[in-house]
């Protein structure tokens, strides 16, 4: 799974579960808090894509992140340790 | 004197909304339409796995469109509250959307935000295991595939709390909201809790919600197990397999539904000029202190008796009686004796009707949806028929109302509503003159 196909499985998440954000407004360079997310829709967001890439981080990595580029720098190395 | 005045109209609980979302209705007039026209909502389980249990009909509301049910209501309420409805509710379960589609109904009728704050009105949820498939389907989830793909909000979801808080969120609700507990008499229990409330002044008006158990196969089968429910003879003719009273009746079929009630003052509703439907005259709860699925007559008359008291009415002004009536056999031939006992020779005249025959047990959200009933046809000065009612039992020989609607007048009305753990609560309601 290439990056960028991560990163449209999380920001589509984000616009379903996320009231009032369009596709425009998701790049790297933000925080879901910067769109307005609470911290249930952030999880929500994570779980989900994490179940719809099939990937798995452990929560104590996940927490680390503070914007969308660090979020999917982990999605893209679980994807690389994948069997 | 009408029954309630012997007490200050601070202390007078009347209600001033109603809401329903059930397998026959899905607002309080198609209820009641189908309820008079002895319409069964009974049907083979629609998308529930049947191979693995052995129950195969009930009243199955997985399909509901809570979008659907909004927009056909779109003139009524606000696109903003649609909206917030629906966010609220994007992945929930079955039970917390008809928790809100009812309690919707219910405070949009009453409206008791024009005049009271957020802070003095409260919501009282009645039941218990509400999210059970969902409970049922990510612990699938857990073990079967990957603990990290189980639902993300599956921490909240799992508590029956977070039925209570979706709603008490969406309608605003600041003063005290709680969760009450009975089993089959959870919705009545809830009313003596939100009585108490108003009664002691926390809060100005309350939301009482009776919510669904989420039927889910494994329950069912715990139930066939148990010998509750009705498994053998009504397969093929399922709406005529929830017939209380009847000769041939097997168990109860289990339903899905939500009712919502708002309680407030009769002074409150007065000043506000609400709408009043009904006074809740007098409300009781017994215990047979017994786990047993088995009713028992002493604990049942108990509560009957208990429930004219705090009404301070006798026997002989109650005129119907809505009762429990699941459609087992034990059940209610217990339920007759005790009437027989609790009202004496007014038992002999006082009609008698089963709200389950048409839409079956609704758990925990049951007598939420029978004391609705009960008000509704109050209003309407009518009485629905116990539908099924086709070889009568020799030993059951009150006037069960049997397949036909009949118009009647009646003031004063008991509901009654006895849950497994020996859980037993009636309510006595009464007519306000306007």
Known sequence: VTREQIFAVVRKNIVNIVEGVSEDAVSEEISMRDLGADSLQIVEVVSRSMKELRLKVPRTELSRATNLRELLDLFEKAAARRP | MNPGEWRDAGDRIVITGMGVVTVIGDSTGTFLDSLVAGRSGITRWKGRQEDRHYSRIGGDLSDFDLHGHLEHRGEVYSGDLVKRCLSLMRAAPLPPKLVAAAALQAWHEADPHSTTAPERTGHVLAGHNLNAGYIVENSLTFYQDEPDYIEPLFGLLCLDTDVLSATSELLDLRGPCFTVGGACASGSVALMAAIDVL???????????????????????????????????????????????????????????????????????????ARIHGELLGVSATSDASRLTRPDVRGQVSAMRLALQDARITKDRIEYINAHATSTALGDAVEVAAIKEALGDRSRSVPVNS????????????????????????????????????????????????????????????????????????????????
Do not use: Y
Request: glycine letters at 10%; charged letters at 25%.
């Open chain 2, 199 to 273: 009664r002691a002044d926390r809060a100005d008006a309350m939301l009482v919600t009776g919510a669904p158990i989420e039927l889910e196969p494994v329950a069912l089968h715990g139930w066939a197990l148990l010998d509750a429910i009705s498994i053998r003879s009504f397969n093929d003719s399922p709406e005529r397999a929830s017939r209380p009273f009847d000769a041939r009746r097997e168990g109860f079929v289990p339903s899905e539904g939500a009712g919502a009630l708002v309680l407030e003052t009769l002074s409150g509703a007065r000043r506000r000029g």
């Open chain 2, 355 to 434: 709200t389950k025959s048409m839409i079956g047990h609704g758990l925990s959200a049951a007598s939420t949806l029978e004391i609705i009933a009960t008000l509704l046809q109050m209003g309407h000065d009518v009485l629905h028929p116990t539908i099924n009612q086709e070889e009568p039992d020799p030993d059951l020989d009150l006037d069960f109302i049997p397949n036909r609607a009949r118009s009647a007048r009646f003031d004063v009305a008991l509901s009654n509503s006895f849950g497994f753990g020996g859980i037993n609560s009636c309510v006595v309601l009464g007519r306000i003159e306007e």
